[in-house]
């Protein structure tokens, strides 16, 4: 199992590790850019197509 999911993650442990791939797969086909305008803010910059922020959602 990934060891960065926190202890106060309430997504059951069984499904834990499918979430992961799923960041993973989206991060990987999507993710063109990052910014980090604050230091407690991040702006992960994703392409896609009509749908794609309801999906990420």
């Known amino acids: 199992m ?8 309430t ?3 069984t499904e834990q590790p499918l979430r992961v ?4 797969a ?5 993710l063109t ?5 604050e230091p407690l803010r ?3 910059v994703l392409t896609g197509g009509p749908g794609m ?3 990420v959602r």
């Open 2 to 9: 990934t060891t960065w999911i926190p202890a106060s993650c």
């Open 11 to 13: 997504l059951p442990a």
């Open 21 to 24: 791939a799923e960041f993973d």
């Open 26 to 30: 989206l991060f990987a086909e999507r």
């Open 33 to 37: 850019g990052t910014a980090r305008p």
């Open 42 to 44: 991040l702006l992960l």
């Open 53 to 55: 922020e309801d999906s």
